[in-house]
Structure formats: C-alpha cells, structure tokens
C-alpha cells in the first residue's frame, strides 16, 4: 500500500521491498530524519549553523540514516547572483538498498546481507570497523561510529518491516514524498508520476537508479528527480569497485596470456626451445 501502512511480512526471499522518493513532492520538512533518528535511537547530530545551508546535517553519516538537503538551484547557465530564477531542491536521501551492492562486497566478515525483504542489512555484531564498506559506496551512505567504532546505516526499518508495518521514514511524510512498497510496484507508480510531471510542462522529470545503467545495477530505493544528479548530492554515474576489478582482472589475463605465447616464440626463434 503506498501513502499509508503497509503489510509487508512474508516468507523469505519475498518481492524486493524499497523506496520511491519523489523529490517533487519534497517541502524539506525533515520530518523523516526525525521519525528516522527517532525509531533507530540515533544521537543529535546537533544544530551548530554550516554557514553552508539551513541543513544542518549536511550528509549521510553513521548517526543520520536519512538525510533532507537542502540545494539553492539557478535555473539557466548563470549564476543565482546574475539574475536568474532561483529555487530550492529539496530531496530525502538515503541507502540504495542495492542489488549489486559495493558494500557488501567488500566486506570480509560477511557483516553485510541481504535480509528477507531483499534489503541490504548490517549485521552490527559482525561488523569488525575495518571500513573498507565505508569507501567501497559511490553513494556516500556509510560512516563508521565514533561511540563503538563500527559501520552504521539505514536498516530500512527491518524490525517494523517484520512486523507488518512500512519505515518509520514514509510513515511521517507529510506529501507522500517517500513511498515504499514492493519495488516492482513502485517502478510502475513512478513511471506514472513522471508521465504526469511531463504532462504538466516538467519535461526534465526522470527516474534515477530505477533501472541498470553502465556498470551500475537498479537501485532498490530509487528517486524521482527534475535537474541532474549532482544538483542532489548523486553521482551522475555511479561506479562499482568490482565490476571494474573483474575488468582489469581479465585485461590483466589477455596480457599476461599475450606476454608468455611472445616469450615462447621468442625462445623458439633463438633456439631455446
């Protein structure tokens, strides 16, 4: 059920659960980082001003699982100072909930899973603070704690998950900005939106992370967005470590392949062999 409490208990290996976020509908009320911060018993990140933004969080870290940023957008190739029409972007960010996800790896205890609901999930007690998660996202969504020491991230509130219920994040939107269900569904319902948006003059309206792109897969939160991804804080286009290793790996082979049949017949020509 999208906008409203939805009954997601299943067996295991049910449909892949996620997020829609629809950065259209986002007013920067921040009411998920509370309802966030709030249900995970995460600490205050404070109210120290950036000189920056009126966000005072500023990104993910490990004590904020969801992160509204808030971005002073100049339409036009100019400057907001040179006259252009200036307005704000506003959009909840939060873990990918990958299907090809970076962090899990590269983790060497096998801390990072995928649960039941298809969630990327963090095994705290498994978890040994190397960190190497922390640079393997493109996203920036991991942080190692100051308190233990460890990795921390968005859960996608498995427990109430378990318990029939959606996040504590998509609970409190006000606008419906964050939807979460079953992703197929949600892939559906946003193509929609985004037809609706085009419809009404927003022709710059797009899905990012709905579907796979270069060496990147879907993603299992993905969102609506109306300017290109570096105007929210996004990669344009998101790297994977692995997928770059398995490359160089094979390029690595042809060469050492190539090197060794030249040796031979060099070897051959001189009498050697």
């Known amino acids: 059920m999208l906008g409203g409490v939805a009954v997601v208990a299943g067996p295991p290996d049910a449909e892949p659960m996620g997020f829609f976020t629809d950065t259209s509908l986002c007013i920067g009320c921040k009411a998920c980082e509370v309802a966030c911060k709030q249900w995970n018993a995460l600490p205050s990140d404070g109210m120290r001003w950036s000189g920056q933004s009126y966000d005072n969080t500023l990104h993910l870290s490990a ?11 100049a339409s036009g190739n100019g400057a907001a100072t040179n006259g252009h029409p200036v307005r704000w972007l506003f ?5 990918k909930h990958c299907t090809a996800a970076p962090c899990q790896e590269a983790c060497p205890t096998g801390a990072l899973i995928y649960n039941e609901f298809q969630n990327v999930y963090l095994q705290q007690d498994v978890c040994n603070g190397c960190g190497y998660c922390v640079s393997a996202c493109p996203f920036g969504v991991l942080g190692r704690s100051d308190a233990d ?3 921390h991230k968005c859960t996608l509130c498995y ?6 219920l959606e996040p504590a994040c998509a609970k409190s939107c ?4 964050i939807q979460f269900g079953p992703v197929s569904e949600l892939r559906e319902h946003a193509r929609r939106r985004v037809e609706e948006l085009r419809a ?3 022709n710059g309206a797009y899905l990012y992370g709905a579907d796979d792109a270069g060496e990147y897969k879907r993603l299992n939160a993905f969102f609506l967005l109306t300017e290109e991804p570096g105007a929210y804080n996004l990669p344009p ?3 994977r470590p692995r997928a770059r290793m398995t490359e160089r790996y094979l390029w690595s082979a042809v060469v050492g392949i190539g090197l060794t ?4 017949a060099a070897m051959r020509a001189s009498g050697r062999v």
Do not use: I, Y
Request: aromatic share 6%; proline share 5%; hydrophobic share 30%.
């Open 63 to 73: 004590t904020t699982w969801r992160h509204v940023s808030f971005v002073e957008h």
């Open 91 to 95: 959009n909840s960010d939060v873990c």
């Open 149 to 151: 020491g460890a990795a």
């Open 159 to 164: 427990d109430r998950q378990r318990d029939g």
């Open 174 to 177: 006000p606008t419906d900005s």
């Open 200 to 202: 009404r003059g927003e």
């Open 237 to 239: 286009a998101p790297h």
């Open 261 to 264: 049949l030249l040796s031979a």
